[in-house]
């Protein structure tokens, strides 16, 4: 019983997230999470970074993961517009 049920949820959920791509695809938007910067404050990350090469710096004033700023930074799959 709790495997029908385990089955029937992931079927549920699979549904659920096929009808919301679907709908994004429909209304234009592009898949996935949204950037966490835009290109103009990849741009300011970039131009912090040649004053003062601190990645830790640039996240801390941005407001940002190192991650995202290092990113930013150096050009990474999650840059926004896929800039590398």
């Given at each position: 019983m709790m495997l029908a049920n385990g089955?029937?949820?992931?079927?549920?959920?699979?549904e659920r997230i096929k009808v919301g791509q679907e709908r994004a695809k429909a209304e234009g938007r592009p898949p996935?999470?949204?950037?966490?910067?835009?290109?103009?404050?990849?741009n300011e990350c970039r131009r912090m970074f040649a004053e003062n090469p601190s990645v830790s710096?640039?996240?801390?004033?941005?407001?940002?993961?190192?991650?995202?700023?290092?990113?930013?930074?150096?050009?990474?799959?999650s840059a926004p517009?896929?800039?590398q």
């Open positions: 089955t029937y949820q992931a079927d549920s959920t699979s996935g999470r949204p950037p966490a910067l835009s290109l103009n404050q990849v710096r640039v996240a801390r004033i941005m407001k940002v993961s190192w991650s995202t700023a290092n990113k930013a930074v150096f050009g990474g799959s517009g896929g800039m």
